[in-house]
């Protein structure tokens, strides 16, 4: 599968560290079985999720004006770009690439947005591999575009519906701690801590703070990488 993580890991110093050979196998045992228990979990996920995403569909059309689920442009495993399908949260005319107008959510679109059930749609994107359920958050193309060759290393594994930085903190987190705790989910990559992740998701889900990035947000990680690797 061609894990480039699994020999080598960078931290943002950008010093490699070489892997212990007993690592290396109990990496890849470990992605192999993640990979295809990934698209497993999700094939059920969609199955057993149909009937509240029906519900969904149903409330987000009877609330608001156009379409049910929102796509959008996202940056993968390696740097390969992909489509995320989400419910829509917020009104159709809203573009999360103009700065001068702040977000605006739907009522549903709130709901959705604070219990995360936004990203049930996301199940489409494990099951076919793009995505797993535990990882990097994909970001929008512009975050790519604006790292370095270290930052870059975040996108060295398939990026999850929930990771390391979402439960440490989320949004309440800046841009540099983000890619911190991503490329040290790398380096400690086991099931042990994908079992923690899962258990602290559930913690953070309920307690809903930082939930919401929203376009200032976005404009500020972006403008900080800007600076911090000279691109302006």
């Known amino acids: 599968m061609n894990e480039s993580y699994i020999e080598t890991y960078v931290d943002l110093n950008g010093i490699v560290s070489h892997r212990k050979l007993i690592g290396i196998i109990r990496i890849k045992i470990f992605a192999t079985l993640k990979f295809f ?14 009937p509240l995403m029906i519900i969904i569909s149903i409330a987000i059309k009877i609330d608001s004006k156009g379409h049910v689920f929102f796509r959008q442009k996202r940056t993968g495993k390696n740097g390969k770009e992909f489509y995320i399908c989400k419910f829509r949260t917020m009104v159709e005319k809203n573009d999360v690439h103009d700065f001068s ?37 994909p970001w929008i193309p512009d975050y790519y575009d604006n790292m370095n060759s270290i930052q870059k290393h975040r996108y060295d594994v398939r990026p999850g519906l929930t990771g390391l930085a979402q439960v440490m903190g989320r949004n309440n987190l800046t841009i540099f701690d983000k890619i911190r705790y991503d490329l040290k989910y790398i380096k400690d990559y086991s099931l042990m801590q994908d079992v923690k992740i899962i258990f602290l998701t559930i913690k953070t889900v309920f307690v809903g703070s930082g939930a919401d990035a929203g376009k200032n947000t976005i404009k500020t990680e972006l403008d900080d990488l800007k600076r911090f690797n000279n691109k302006e």
């Open 101 to 137: 107008k702040s977000d605006e959510h739907t009522r549903v679109g709130k709901i959705l947005r604070k219990t995360s059930l936004d990203e049930i749609p996301q199940l489409f994107s494990i099951l076919t591999g793009k995505m797993s359920f535990i990882g990097p958050r």
């Open 37 to 50: 228990f990934d698209r497993f979990l999700a094939l059920w996920g969609l199955l057993l999720a149909a």
